[in-house]
């Protein structure tokens, strides 16, 4: 093999020295895409397109290209060692790799070995409320991008980084939303700083020139921050604000405070983004919003937590369960199934404000986003006899602030997308779709137990009708916040089963 690709590589050199100038054609190109995910549970679709053309410049249409003889038989021999690798190539046994059980099991204690190093270092540190903050540092990084605001995140990012934008062209980015957040790597070995590294899959639209395209992207972000930090307080995560005095993030570039004057330098009070990298890049079409793929990874095995028998313990001794069945079972009752029904009942007739006070702000927002596209072509998104046919307990978390479960939810329905007059779009109205997904719950960790069946009509705090719930999940009669889980459990996250890793 080496010596048939040392023959095609003295080939290839020999006929870059001959004179084909008159016979060069012009430059293919190729482009690759990758699927988004919506909450019915779609699954990732790819498309590659080669387009070759040739240039009227390079050659003269009227002269017949002149190729000498010994071309022809360079030529020749260069079209049999190339059979003849494509041949050997053919014969080859391929063998793709994927992610095994055990794979699997090792990056999960090693994600879990971080997040346990880091609140032994700062105790505030929160999974969940770090996960906030980059959705928000994520939405205001794209939306201020190439515009005087992008200086007030200036002690959320590298230097390099404000330093690449301010000299990108003029553009315009809205919309943005994020499908998922993947923990990649925790580093906190260096003296000096700990690191997150985290895979973010995301859309937003861009306007370049008047013209507005919608893009998927996948993102590996690198975020960083001095050793040891104290974490702020859950207002102050959830929210790029001054961590002095938390007003919403208003500073210079040199990290100064518009409101209390404090500098704030680069990971010395918050995390800050040090390097981004763009993994993959889609234009979306309009049409993708009802395109119906086959599901992808309803037979897989489910992915549960290493210690997950030893999580239900300690879950069951901090909130003094008599025993666990007895919680299990209603929490699957009360709050899976019933959010789950609820929240996808909603969806289908597009009233998506009506279960404002069961999602949390990110969950609510990036939905709502492709509700709106739904309801500027007049369509919906039917799930008509939706049954959930098992739910399996997956992973239990805990910090300092909050505690999340998340379960696995197998259901079926008929999936299909129809306008306001009854037209078929999309999807079927006769054969069944068996999915699953993973929800991830979370809630308060001094937020009070409630003895009695959850009511999804009511603010879970005054009990007063949940009729009146803002944009911003407070309650219209109390002005209680909702969704940030202080008064009871609130959908957090949703992953298609072909990409939760645990």
């Known amino acids: 093999m080496r010596g048939i690709i040392l023959v095609l590589v003295l080939l290839l050199s020999t006929l870059s020295c001959l004179d084909l100038a008159q016979a060069r054609p012009g430059g293919g190109h190729s482009s690759a895409g990758h699927g988004s995910s919506s909450p019915s549970g779609s699954s990732s679709s790819g498309s590659f397109s080669y387009n070759r053309s040739y240039s009227s410049g390079n050659y003269s249409t009227g002269t017949p290209v002149q190729v000498k003889p010994v071309s022809l038989v ?45 609140k032994q270092s700062a105790p505030n540190f929160s999974g969940i ?5 980059v959705h928000s540092l994520y939405g205001k990084f794209y939306s201020y991008s190439t515009h005087p605001e992008f200086s007030y995140l200036s002690p959320f990012l590298s230097a390099e980084l404000q330093q690449h934008f301010r000299q990108a062209q003029p553009w315009t980015i809205n919309e943005v939303v994020i499908n998922g957040i993947r923990w990649q790597e925790i580093n906190t070995q260096d003296i000096e700083i700990e690191s997150i590294c985290l895979v973010i899959d995301a859309n937003y639209t861009l306007h370049l020139q008047g013209k507005p395209t919608r893009y998927a992207v996948t993102e590996r972000w690198l975020l960083h921050r001095k050793k040891g930090l104290l974490s702020p307080e859950p207002d102050k995560m959830q929210t790029l604000c001054c961590p002095y005095c938390g007003a919403p993030a208003h500073f210079t570039d040199a990290g100064k405070c518009g409101h209390c004057g404090s500098i704030v330098h680069q990971g010395e009070m ?3 983004l040090g390097k981004r990298v763009v993994l993959r890049t889609t234009a979306l079409a309009a049409d993708d919003l009802v395109s119906y793929a086959e599901e992808q990874g309803t037979e897989l095995a489910t992915i549960k937590q290493a210690d997950l028998t030893g999580q239900m313990l300690g879950f069951q001794q901090l909130h003094a369960l008599p025993d666990w069945d007895t919680f299990w079972q209603a929490f699957v009752d009360d709050i899976v199934k019933a959010y789950f029904l609820t929240i996808y009942a909603h969806w289908s007739t597009r009233d998506w404000q009506a279960v404002r006070h069961l999602l949390s702000d990110r969950l609510y927002e990036a939905n709502s986003f492709w509700l709106n596209l739904y309801a500027e072509n007049n369509w919906f998104n039917r ?5 959930i046919t098992q739910v399996e307990l997956v992973k239990i978390e805990q910090d300092k602030f909050y505690e999340a479960i998340t379960v696995r939810v197998f259901a079926s329905c008929y999936d299909y997308t129809e ?13 069944l779709r068996r999915y699953s997904e993973y929800w991830t719950f979370v809630r308060r960790t001094n937020a009070q137990p409630h003895t009695a069946p959850y009511s999804l009509t009511q603010c879970p705090q005054c009990g007063a009708p949940a009729d009146n719930m ?4 407070e309650c219209g009669y109390c002005g209680s916040k909702i969704s940030t889980g202080q008064f009871s ?3 957090f996250l949703i992953m298609q089963d072909d990409v939760y890793e645990g």
């Open 419 to 431: 306008d306001a007059a009854g037209k078929l779009i999309g999807g079927s109205k006769r054969a």
């Open 383 to 387: 799930l008509d006899d939706l049954k």
């Open 470 to 473: 803002g944009q911003t999940g």
């Open 129 to 133: 409320l770090f996960l906030d903050f």
């Open 270 to 272: 918050q995390w800050c």
């Open 74 to 118: 360079i030529s020749l021999l260069f079209v049999i060692v190339l059979i003849i690798l494509l041949k050997r190539l053919e014969n080859r046994q391929v063998f793709t790799a994927a992610p095994t059980a055990v794979n699997r099991a090792a990056q999960q204690q090693k994600i879990k070995s971080g997040l346990e190093s880091l």
């Open 489 to 491: 459990w609130v959908l």
